[in-house]
């Protein structure tokens, strides 16, 4: 296909291994941005390309320039109001992100922090480090299993079906709470749906993994955490917005629930942040989906669904914008990183 | 059945739920050492004792004096030489003890110190609190996926086999070397039997969940580290003595490898132990298995096989000394805690 | 909701329960058909309708007086060309079909067929019902197991994917064939992509689960078999014109490879079909999707994504057509039953 | 070792592959008996045997002339009253059978009957060779999924470990009756242990997976029968001691439950007796753990022990006598085949 490249802010070598940028390169007849004026290189290329790689507006005059566009891939992974949607859709462009990239490495990570918490990995060992650890069932007095706990996941997306799957041989009964799924359909999959308010009563781990809209923004509220169980242990993976986070530093600092996030209200969180000095609380400064190899992945599923798109069939690789949801992100990013 | 109970050094509270204490206390016919002397305790009350709970000796002079005897309970769940074992087994009186209990909190912990190790959770938590964390990709260069990765198991005993369990869902492929098991055997669980000099070089995992005997004791040594994978994560979650310490702590130092461990020479480790200042460590003070709810679970799998016993049948729920075995592990403790 | 409902040739009571049919028509406004004039019938009543549920044809000119229209529900099951899927593509009206009812269904008994093949279980219970079974080894010469065997899958969309969940404690190496998925979707999975010919070469049990387009009808064909291992077992479970019935026949005769096949070329076969004598085949007269809880789940689904559509959301419970891959399979019928 | 090697009614060519017996033969120092007066042969050999490979006699008179016998191996499988155990278990020989041989097999095979009968896929053939198979739904109306049904076990030995386990994507409730085990046992395992008749009640599915003793002879009776529900499937896969077969003829023939079974009151069934008459039950004849492969792995795990017990450690691949329940199988075998 004839494709134009214009991958910014991700580097070319981020998502494609020499290997694969060779097969791009030689598959494909790709036109590549390097630096010139953007609106006479999307003039001059928009007519005859197929596919378009990148993060640039392509409003509705940009589009009708391009009568064969079939694909627009954002390789930053994130539905931003950049495109004029409902053209694509109307048109049967495929607008498609490679967000499930993220899924298995943030399902990893939150694993980890969930039995850092549950067992205080990092706690005994800022603690050795200092001097002060306590042994053997000193240190213990407050730590639980997650096998045969209970857990509720909070969004139930590529990122919470990744940390569904790892759950697995933990035998735990699991709770959702997804409005955008019909209970029928989480009861297929083994999963018990509830309402958000019994979800944060009646579980010891709690796992926020859910897209910020403008219905669920600081939903991990006062009221929510006041229903936690003593001790529970909740972990911020998805947004910094879902969350109050004068009411979470409350909670973690007053030693109701312990509290793992990887997500911050504004990034890099200032030095004098009060948050920094809360204890009970495991931070992560926003590197549970920033992976290398995460991003290596958003090229080899770019390849596999350009490939697809040229032999006539449907991109299955990446996600695509869906007219229902698309506009409920527009005012903020989908997905992580 | 007529019991002789004398836990020490496990306390009736830590082994026992108040319930299980009563249904203890009112199915069998329990007699309490409460502190008088020992000899003239056991005299008195092994000649028609059908169970003995505790770690005392019992050497061929005091079973003698016991021909009811069917079962010892070790409580503290390690076979020491305080048995006469030959004796035993020839009576047919089974010695048992539930060190299974540990297995799974093991496990996890095993599991979350090698997610962390991979991730480095533990290293950016602090130093995150120290003001100097890195955000995003900056924090992840060295960060890997267990996801699709491959792992060595040293020692398919209960803890290896919990921690197998666990790894399900990661996809990995899992070499085990275990001088005690066919390789046949090994297959079948589909595990991959190795040697132990491949399974230290093949693997970016490597778990140490192996007793020890004088047979393997300091077998991670200068030598098998050398083989390991530059940044592969080694986990010390067994017995210190399978490890040379001063070599770990060099391969850790070098950036060679990254090491996590629950188990030290002496315990507590000296405040100035070099040790203690080597980076490259996620040091844990020998909490994997010493968690409450696993303590109550000696009890409740005593009681298990009480009453099997008393029924008339082979016990199942705690471990039986055997005549090959236990021999081996009578210069030091078999399992963890 | 305002829904134009004409399930014809389901009935309302094949697929909805009671209180799912009192659930539909209070939740939504419910303008059935009732055997009037149809064309009349749609003309009064798609100015205002929302939904339409049926498979009358909606081509361009009733497309144009719904102007409201959002969903259509085939209760059938198949993307049949009745429908303009263009306009509808166009104007951002969903297509949907729950054909994934029936892959639970044909997946239990695509597993329950091979293990009978595997075993023999059909033949001996026939044998036995004669006086002429063989006991213990005597009959099981040819028997083999599932467990640690290797299985090939041609196409993995709904049924394959059933099927291959249903396969996991039975440690089989399992390949797909399926040109619709990129090879690393496929491992992503954990399942081995191959070319169609390795596919059959290189199995014991081979299971065709595809749809059937214009590009693949007939592709178990007389070389396709030749490719299949001695006494191999091959699975026909989706549709009949995978298959050259006559080299199947053939190949089954002739001792070469065991059949089992749930789809006839004519159905019912007529009752002097020579297809009908073939030894070494495993007859199911169109069994393995038809299950009357199946089709309850049809209108399970279809509740499901009506509410979400409703609420703005995009359907997940049943499946869409898509731009692609509905045009070829224009000319026959997408799923079973 | 010096072993003697007489497996009759086992053939060398059953048990052993070409290169194990090669393997076998090199490595140890075989005796093997060869037609001669067995009297004698053991007389001559038995002093310096430290293994015996076979199912003769070795009551005590033997055993005291084998002063350095260690092992005993059952390659029948099955733990008849021709040894002395207890003196056996007094010296520390080990008596074993590699019984598990057949647990996969069985399992298998009882999986593959359980959803014949659930979608009387068996039937439907015979009626298709007689060309009044029913199509389709017509053919379904007493069908169902084991997929989200309910399971009963009985007996949770290898045979019902085995199926339990390949019953783990189906998402079935499985209830155990196994009153050798303790019900923490069970439930540590997933488990739900109940009582035998709750067990009967309860289930869809109920598989008699139970070894026989004098104690659960004819507990499938006419009260147990009695409470299965209506049209609900009865597996008798491992002993027909279990059953009363004219109750469970009577309940079949009545359409109250359906039932497949793979053992008789007496093998071969005789031509004329009325059970071979009976509708509704699906009938194998003693085919289940019959397998060639299975035999194989006789040799394969006996060789894996012999090893162990060489280098001094406990056998792990076939199962051993035990002191409590060895005696309660004395009078009629304890596992298949």
Not at 30 to 51: K, S
Not at 99 to 106: E, I, N, Q, R, S
Not at 147 to 161: A, E, K, N, Q
Request: glycine fraction near 8%; charge should be negative; proline fraction near 7%.
């Amino acid at each position: 296909m004839r494709v134009i490249y214009d991958p910014e802010p991700r580097s070319t070598a981020e998502i494609l291994s020499p290997q694969e940028e060779r097969l791009f390169r030689s598959r494909h007849e790709v036109i590549e941005w390097q630096g010139e004026d953007r609106d006479a290189f999307y003039a001059a290329h928009l007519p005859e390309a197929e596919a378009v790689i990148g993060q640039q507006p392509m409003d509705r005059e940009r589009l009708d320039r391009a009568p064969k566009l079939r694909v627009i891939v954002n390789v930053e992974t994130n539905f931003l109001p950049n495109i004029d949607y409902e053209e694509c859709f109307r048109r049967g462009i495929h607008v498609i992100a490679p967000g499930g990239v993220f899924a298995l490495p943030v399902a990893e990570m939150a694993l980890g922090m969930a039995i850092s918490l549950a067992r205080n990995i990092h706690g005994e060992h800022a603690a050795f480090l200092r001097g002060q650890e306590r042994w053997l069932f000193a240190g213990n007095r407050e730590s639980e299993l997650l096998s045969g706990s209970t857990v509720g996941i909070i969004g139930y997306g590529d990122l919470g079906r990744a940390l569904h799957a790892l759950l697995a041989p933990f035998r735990v009964r699991v709770q959702v709470f997804d409005p955008w799924l019909p209970e029928g359909y989480l009861r297929r999959m083994g999963l018990e749906p509830v309402p958000f308010e019994r979800l944060m009563a009646e579980n010891r781990f709690v796992f926020v993994m859910a897209a910020i809209t403008t219905e669920n923004a600081g939903m991990i509220g006062r009221e929510a955490l006041a229903r936690m169980q003593q001790g529970a242990n909740l972990l911020l993976m998805s947004r910094a917005a879902a969350a109050d986070f004068d009411a979470l530093a409350e909670a973690a600092a007053a030693g109701r629930i312990r509290v793992a996030t990887d997500v911050f209200p504004v990034e890099p969180l200032p030095q004098d942040d009060p948050l920094r000095r809360v204890p009970g609380i495991l931070f992560s400064p926003h590197r549970a989906g920033a992976l290398t190899q995460a991003l290596r992945e958003i090229g080899t599923r770019m390849l596999e669904d350009l490939d697809l798109i040229e032999r006539g069939l449907p991109p299955v690789s990446c996600r695509r914008a869906e007219r229902e949801t698309v506009a409920r992100f527009r005012s903020m990013p989908v997905s992580k990183s």
